[in-house]
């Protein structure tokens, strides 16, 4: 690992993360990403598709971002299952 990729992993490690259009695609991607390099993820999108990301660290959320409460139900999530939100990866299209 290069040193700017050791840097990365540091910034990222032990953050709470929240992706939205999680289920495929770059989102898909960078939750993954996320969650590999130690960061605990909160996975949403409107696909049912997000359910297969599930793991220890790594949260689905099937939900519709674009409906009221929606943003504030996914950041309550983060925080009832991880303490806080450090991440906003705003994706869906």
């Given amino acids: 690992m290069t040193d700017s ?3 990365v992993v540091q910034e ?3 953050k709470v993360a929240l992706v939205t259009g999680a289920a495929s695609g770059i989102g898909r991607a ?3 990403l996320l969650h590999d390099r130690g960061a605990k993820v909160i996975a949403e999108d409107i696909n049912p598709a997000v359910e297969k990301l ?3 660290g790594l949260v689905p ?5 674009t409906e009221d409460g929606a943003a504030e139900r996914a950041a309550g999530l983060a925080i009832e299952h991880f303490g806080r939100l450090d991440i906003l ?3 869906a299209g």
């Fill in 61 to 65: 959320l099937l939900a519709d971002i």
């Fill in 5 to 7: 990729n050791h840097i």
């Fill in 12 to 14: 990222v490690a032990g």
């Fill in 54 to 56: 599930a793991r220890p």
């Fill in 30 to 32: 960078i939750a993954l």
């Fill in 89 to 91: 990866v705003n994706n």
